[in-house]
């Protein structure tokens, strides 16, 4: 009993209690805490928001001329390449002679077809006003043998009765006889000016009509040959290599001038301007925990983050198939953070995505289930 009175049990109750209340927070860390699970992938790169535009040649043809600069900005419509087009200029200036000599000669028909209307106009106001006197020479005459005649049956009683000689209604007989000639002969100088005048107009238009028909022609074949040139300018054209848009050469293929290229071949490529976005491509494993939304860390290979420090992005979008065992996700950087680092196109690096967060102690279980299985297949 005195050992018992002497032993002092305030140590291992102080003991207990320290134990427990560090397994209690513990426990509370385990079950309360959250950890960060991450996808990794050392298989990224930056890359512009908009596909890079080949630059290709169109036509077979020796390189005469080669500006494409690896790095250097042009804009759209800048000349980057000329392949020999010689024998395409030669050709070109033949065809384009062709036109001036149908437009002189289709000058000369258009005013042969004004002459022509003219000439025809006025020869229609001279017959006209020539058919219009004969026809009141005609009237004149008509009405001057009608007169005679009247005047002849007048007297002709008067013979009768011997107021007037024989001779001298002979004579009036006579008149009126002549005043007949001269009306018909009017009447026949008409018919001949109305043959004439519709003879005339009938000839001067068919003249008027084939030249119309020329001019035609002519007009065909300058067209035609318009057509010809503008090709001929097309095929010109083709071997003057332009950029396409507006941008930086990211790639640039040796050709100097000289080099033989064929059709298609891939001279260079533009990288157009715009926003940078992030290509990553994480394993087979990662399909189905990488989601839209998630948030990124992305370190750039030669620029260390504890130098340079990392960029913050998000996951814009995860591709719905593997392909070669890898998963597709492209990634929208934050913008309006600050970073020392040059960023452009094509710069490599490695990509942490956050895809969830657990507790410890689900993270060891989970663990310990997968260690279990990995040695199960290990067994069979």
Not at 105 to 125: F, I, Y
Not at 142 to 148: C, K, L
Not at 229 to 253: D, F
Not at 254 to 282: D, M, W, Y
Request: proline share 4%; charged share 25%.
């Amino acid at each position: 009993m005195r050992s018992l009175d002497a032993s002092d049990f305030r140590r291992p109750i102080v003991g207990i209690v320290v134990v427990a209340l560090v397994l209690g927070g513990w426990s509370f860390w385990a079950v309360r805490a959250r950890v960060s699970l991450y996808e990794v992938t050392d298989t990224a790169r930056l890359e512009v928001e908009y596909a890079a535009y080949p630059i290709e040649a169109q036509v077979a043809g020796r390189v005469v001329r080669n500006y494409l600069v690896l790095g250097q900005r042009v804009e759209a419509g800048q000349l980057l390449v000329e392949l020999d087009d010689a024998s395409q200029r030669l050709q070109l200036a033949e065809e384009q002679t062709q036109p001036l000599a149908l437009e002189s000669q289709l000058a000369a028909l258009r005013s042969q077809v004004s002459a022509g209307e003219q000439a025809l106009n006025q020869a229609r106001q001279t017959a006209l006003a020539a058919l219009d006197q004969a026809r009141a020479q005609l009237r004149e005459a008509e009405e001057a043998a009608r007169f005679a005649h009247i005047e002849e049956d007048r007297l002709t009683p008067l013979r009768a009765s011997g107021v007037i000689s024989e001779l001298e209604l002979l004579r009036i007989k006579s008149e009126a006889q002549k005043r007949d000639a001269a009306a018909d002969s009017m009447r026949l100088a008409v018919a001949r000016l109305e043959q004439e005048h519709r003879t005339i107009g009938r000839d001067r238009q068919a003249q008027i009509e084939q030249l119309k028909g020329e001019i035609t022609r002519v007009e065909s074949q300058l067209f035609t040959d318009q057509a010809t040139i503008r090709k001929m300018e097309h095929e010109v054209g083709r071997r003057r290599i332009e950029a396409p848009i507006s941008g930086q050469i990211g790639e640039v293929a040796a050709q100097h001038p000289g080099t033989f290229v064929e059709a298609g071949a891939k001279l260079g490529a533009i990288i157009p301007n715009g926003g940078l976005r992030v290509i990553a491509f994480f394993p087979q494993s990662a399909l189905g925990r990488i989601q839209p939304g998630q948030p990124a860390l992305i370190r750039l290979d030669g620029f260390p983050s504890s130098q340079y420090g990392s960029l913050a992005a998000t996951v814009t979008t995860v591709a719905g198939e593997v392909k070669d065992g890898r998963v597709r996700v492209e990634l929208q950087m934050l913008r309006n953070q600050v970073s020392t680092i040059p960023l452009q196109h094509g710069l490599p690096g490695a990509v942490e995505v956050e895809v969830k967060k657990i507790s410890p102690l689900m993270l060891a279980l989970q663990t310990l289930e997968r260690t279990l299985i990995t040695s199960q297949t290990a067994n069979r």
